[in-house]
């Protein structure tokens, strides 16, 4: 079962404050179709809101992740104990980003690119549970290190291919995101999560259940699959 992705859409202003720049800036990106290190130029806009050009955020935002502004290749954190755990937002401003979303974009739109964190906390309580990730300064240290100065890093993994899935298993079971991702017809993990959090997918903000026992999958959410199949026909009809 396949579904089209329904992206989320962002002008230039939106985009620019996302980035610390300019909304002029981001045209100048278009218009003299920049490219970056991998050799990918600013992605060609999906529709417009009056004058207002319109991207798909996330072909923005991977762009993005491989262009390293020349702030970062001069960019040099501070010292402090390689074993320090760091928040996402944390860990963006000792990389030197200007967007302090910047680490936890990478882990939501783009498995593979950033390491997996080196602690995952489960916080919140059994009816809102959330997990914090955290990161040691030596990890994102080597990360800094193997990535080129503009560009994917060196030996950067890609996202892992969603597994198959067959619609026609036990409706109660219980599904993980990748599973639910393939399901819904997405191209990646990144996607659905996107989608899940722009409110896309109404009928997967209920879970029921969490991940017990499974290491670094624990509190995660899981769903059954007639819910996910539930929303998958309800995005059909759209």
Known sequence: MTSRREPRLADAAEIAAE??????????????RTENTAGKTF?????KRGRARLWD??????????????RLT??????IDPETL?????????????????????????????????????KGTAENP??????????????????????????????PPLPEVSADGDPDELLGASQAAALLGYKSVGSFSSALSQGNLPLLKTTDG???NAGRQNGR?????????QQAAQRSKK
């Open 86 to 122: 760091l928040n996402a937002s944390d860990a963006s401003r000792y990389l030197g980003y200007k967007n302090t979303n910047q680490v936890g974009t990478f882990v939501r739109d783009h498995p593979g690119y950033f390491p997996e964190p080196d602690v995952v906390e489960e």
């Open 130 to 159: 959330y997990r914090r990730q955290l990161w040691k300064v030596a990890t994102l240290q080597e990360w800094m290190a193997s990535r080129p100065g503009r560009g994917r890093r060196a030996g950067a993994k890609q996202a």
């Open 43 to 47: 992605p060609e806009p999906v529709d």
């Open 210 to 212: 969490v991940a017990e």
């Open 19 to 32: 980035h610390g720049l300019t909304s002029a800036r981001i045209s100048q990106f278009y218009t003299e």
């Open 74 to 79: 001069e960019h040099r954190p501070p010292s």
């Open 57 to 70: 955020h996330a072909e923005v935002t991977e762009w993005f992740a491989h262009r390293a502004p020349a």
């Open 221 to 229: 959410r899981r769903w059954t699959r007639r819910r996910i199949l």
